[in-house]
């Protein structure tokens, strides 16, 4: 990987952030950014099941409803967005 590609993925994990995934091996949880700027790490629990059951909370996709559980500050407008829509479709 030449120094530009890995500057343009640095850039994009550091603009929108990483994007991990999730894995265990053992009593052993390790995570990777999965646009590949070479982030990631691992970490050690007192059980296999530990290690399984941290991988499988934290390896998942919240984007779906990313305006429903928005912070106050940034995504604020699109949080009352939801509210309004929401509070419209109840009878």
């Not at 950014?33 to 099941?49: D, H, I």
């Not at 559980?69 to 009878?91: E, I, K, Q, T």
Request: aromatic share 10%.
């Amino acid at each position: 990987m030449g120094p530009r590609i890995g500057f343009s993925l640095m850039m994009g994990c550091r603009i929108l952030g990483h994007r991990f995934d999730f894995t265990s091996e053992g009593e052993t949880m390790s995570w990777r950014c999965r646009r590949g700027c070479g982030a990631g790490g691992s970490k050690r629990y007192p059980t296999v099941e530990h290690a399984r059951r941290y991988a499988g909370a934290f390896d998942r996709d919240d984007r779906r409803d990313l305006g429903r559980r928005a912070p106050l500050v940034g995504l604020f407008p699109l949080r009352l967005l939801y509210a309004v829509r929401d509070r419209r479709r109840r009878p």
